[in-house]
């Protein structure tokens, strides 16, 4: 929880992603995390990774969360998740897709509770951004990153939301 | 030895559990990549056993199992989905699922949960043959 107590993306939402983040790619893709002291950064604006992909919590907590990784690295979780088996290579690009939602899918659908009852939250299937840009800060948004470095390349974590999750007397803010 | 229809929309995931279950001895059915695909070849290819991703485009797992239990009560069903999606478990094992299995899946988490249907079934067809002998006396 927040400092101040009040529930915010950074801390209800993005932190429990970085620490789940980090032990799926040690422990179930043995991949390994140069540094676990993770900085999150609240931006105006984002360059997302090329290779990113993307997936919406639903019901009473609405955001967007995104994961990019390094060429080198989405290599490495595709290989792990490959387990060995040679793949033809014009299925490369398509497993490599499949990958990255499947990372993101896995990750969100492990790491978040709904912050106030602990209940599931809801999510979208995931969508890949093909040749990604960056993020803009609205007026009413928030935006939330982090930076995952391994020992092949970074896996950027983005979460995108409402300024406040939730208003002063707990209840859910209308979206 | 089970035929297994494979119903999930991650590519990888699909090929994942396709080698799983050859590795295992059992043969794959088919595969489909969305739920209402997953009815079609339900029926098409009458598995015995069907491995239903929950969170997929066009048709949910849980509405594929609902549907499905409408005109097949006999296939078993395992819902695959991630650590803290227990509701929507729950939804899936009302809606007439027999079992789960959470992601990261791998070779033995697939093999514990048909074991655990089919450890079930042995029972049930264990009672039965008991309860034919006790009404034979």
């Known amino acids: 929880m927040h400092q101040d107590n009040t529930p915010s993306l950074e801390h209800e939402i993005l932190s429990p992603l970085i620490q789940r983040s980090i032990s799926f790619l040690k422990e179930d893709l043995a991949i390994q995390v140069i540094s676990e002291n993770i900085d999150i950064i609240l931006p105006n604006k984002i360059k997302l990774k090329k290779n990113t992909a993307m ?70 299937p995931p969508i890949l951004i093909s040749e990604a840009k960056s993020l803009f800060k609205q007026k009413s948004s928030q935006i939330a990153a982090a930076t995952i470095t391994t020992e092949f390349g970074e896996m950027l974590v983005t979460v995108v939301g409402p300024k406040e999750l939730f208003s002063q007397t707990f209840n859910f803010k209308e979206l | 030895m089970l035929h297994i229809l494979v119903v999930d929309d991650s590519l990888i995931i699909r090929k994942n559990i396709k080698k799983y279950i050859t590795n295992l001895g059992h043969a794959i059915a088919g595969e489909a990549k969305n739920g209402s695909m997953a009815i079609e070849q339900c ?25 499905i239990r409408e005109f097949n009560k006999e296939v078993n069903i395992i819902m695959v989905t991630s650590h803290g999606q227990e509701e929507m478990v729950v939804s899936a094992l009302k809606a007439g699922a027999q079992g789960y299995l959470l992601k990261p899946i791998n070779e033995e988490k ?28």
């Open chain 1, 55 to 124: 997936l919406g919590t639903g019901g009473n907590v609405q955001v967007l969360i995104s994961m990019g990784y390094d060429d080198a690295l989405l290599a490495q979780v595709v290989e792990a998740f490959l387990e060995g088996e040679a793949i033809e290579e014009d299925e490369r690009e398509e497993i490599q897709e499949s990958v990255s939602c499947e990372v993101v899918n896995t990750i969100v659908g492990n790491a978040l509770k709904n912050p106030l009852d602990g209940t599931t939250l809801s999510i979208t």
């Open chain 2, 43 to 67: 029926k098409e290819l009458n598995p015995d056993l069907i491995t239903m991703d929950i969170t997929m485009p066009d048709m949910d797992g849980i509405e594929a199992v609902k549907q």
């Open chain 2, 110 to 137: 697939l093999a514990q949960a048909i074991a655990n249907i089919y450890e079930d079934y042995t029972q049930e067809l264990d009672d039965e043959l008991l309860d034919d002998e006790f009404l034979d006396d």
